[in-house]
């Protein structure tokens, strides 16, 4: 069974930094692209960040470059984002994402984790 369980989310002030983690299990995690997904309040999904399978190659969403920091390790199937200069529209649901399979592919996500940026 694919499970993603994320950790790591709190109340921040403005400015303040944030790592997010996603322990995932069920499938063979080094042959998959990983990535992170976001939801406001009264938004629609955002795609933040992606790396893929083997970790060289990176990606990030215009409004967090620069200041989020993706990565992954393979040995223990684990994914972080690192947040910094964190702000309020920073605000959110975070979810670590996965798309697993072989012929077809099926989306997972996590429960998400709460990050929320507030004096």
């Known amino acids: 069974e694919v499970q993603l369980v994320e950790s790591g989310g709190g109340l921040v002030q403005p400015g303040g930094s944030l790592r997010l983690s996603c322990a995932a299990s069920g499938f063979t995690f080094g042959s998959y692209d990983m990535s992170w997904v976001r939801q406001a309040p009264g938004k629609g999904p955002e795609w933040v960040s992606g790396?893929?399978?083997?970790?060289?190659?990176?990606y990030y969403a215009e409004s967090v470059k620069g200041r989020f920091t993706i990565s992954r390790d393979i040995a223990k199937n684990m994914v972080y984002l690192q947040m910094n200069s964190l702000k309020p529209e920073d605000t959110a649901v975070y979810y670590c994402?996965?798309?697993?399979?072989?012929?077809?592919?099926?989306?997972?996500w996590g429960q998400g984790t709460q990050v929320t940026v507030s004096s």
């Open positions: 994402h996965a798309d697993v399979g072989l012929v077809a592919t099926i989306p997972y």
């Open positions: 790396i893929n399978s083997g970790g060289g190659d990176t």
